[in-house]
């Protein structure tokens, strides 16, 4: 990127059933990124809200006109309306944040800078001294942890959808068409050069949070079962220990056979033992190898490109 043109900011905003803070926003928004030597757009895309955010971002767009509304046909969710955003930037870099004022855009100008400097992805941690309920710090910490022990990603503990992307970051991430998308692990999957800067998350400007105990479970599944095939093995792996157990039992009951005194088994017990261990055994091996067709078969299905190339 030249340092001697203006770069141009997309700014991308997902919004859904954010009437009462919208206009608010966009100021507090505006009056951080003015002075700054950049040229900015809005994309504010409104993810099927069934109040009046529809209304308040027309009249946005009429009084500002860096401002685009991108209209989704109904609520697709967070990371559906993110990706909107995304697909329909222009620009050199994209800045992503929620509409409820919880990632301060005071931290724009910071990350920029951090941009312009060479970094394809400014991520946004939440600090831990963040205004959480004790429910949602002690489901995040359990979340976090559970997938960077299962996933080949390590995805940043606390990482939030307020992030910086150069325009090759934009477009590695729109090579992957992937359905179930999990952007924080899709931005860590990708590579490129990252810096992360801790951020300190205020209470919503207004309104309740649009995430549901429901679509907080979707993004963990969604999180876990694209970024990971561990579940897949748990069959390979119990097969594997049953197996280990009949071979076990085998041993034990040769022993009594070597020693003399078979009399002290109960009669039927080994070979009972030995059937139900082997079989047993046999079919979860069988349904692991089934469960690492099924996974490869997911990858691909996924349509992830195999790399990404950082300079032509
Ligand atoms: N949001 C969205 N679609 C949804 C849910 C949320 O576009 O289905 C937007 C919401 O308006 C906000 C951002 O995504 O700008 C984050 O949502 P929220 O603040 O409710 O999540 P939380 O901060 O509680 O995790
Ligand atoms: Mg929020």
Redesign the pocket.
Same mark, same amino acid.
């Given at each position: 990127m030249s340092p001697k043109r203006k770069l141009t900011i997309a700014l991308v905003?997902? #919004?859904?059933?954010?009437a009462g803070v919208i206009a608010q926003m966009h100021t507090r928004i505006r009056a951080n990124i003015d002075s700054l030597p950049y040229a900015f757009t809005f994309i504010y #895309?409104d993810?099927g809200s069934s109040d009046s955010t529809a209304d308040e971002l027309t009249a946005l767009a009429k009084s500002d006109h860096r401002v685009t509304v991108l209209a989704l046909s109904r609520?697709f969710?967070?990371q559906a +309306?993110l990706t909107a955003g995304l697909d329909a930037s222009r620009g050199d870099v994209v800045v992503s944040l929620? +509409?409820?004022g919880?990632h301060p855009p005071e931290m724009i100008g910071q990350m920029l800078d951090l941009i312009a400097q060479g970094y394809d992805i400014v991520q946004a941690q939440r600090a831990d001294d963040a205004q959480l309920g004790s429910f949602k710090k002690w489901t995040s910490g359990l979340f976090y942890r559970l997938l960077n022990i299962i996933s080949g990603t390590r995805v940043l503990p606390g990482a939030a959808d307020f992030r910086a992307l150069s325009r090759r970051a934009v477009d590695a991430l729109k090579s992957m068409p992937e359905y179930h998308r999990f952007l924080r692990g899709m931005v860590s999957w990708i590579g490129f050069k990252t810096a992360i800067l801790p951020y300190h998350q205020q209470a919503?400007v207004g309104g309740a949070?649009?995430?549901s105990l429901g679509?907080m479970f979707r993004l963990a599944m969604d999180a876990i079962f694209s970024f990971s095939l561990a579940p897949l093995y748990i069959g390979l792996s119990m097969g594997g220990v049953l197996l280990f157990l009949a071979l076990a039992e085998m041993v034990y009951v040769l022993s009594f056979w070597v020693t003399g005194r078979t009399s002290n088994l109960a009669p039927g017990w080994s070979s009972l033992m030995f059937v139900i261990l082997i079989v047993s055994g046999m079919l979860m091996v069988l349904l692991g190898f089934i469960g690492v067709y099924v996974g490869y078969i997911f990858q691909e299905v996924k349509r992830r490109p195999v790399y990404i190339v950082k300079q032509g």
């Open positions: 905003i997902p #919004v859904f059933n954010e #895309v993810d609520n969710g967070h +309306a929620d +509409a409820d919880q919503r949070s649009k995430y679509k």
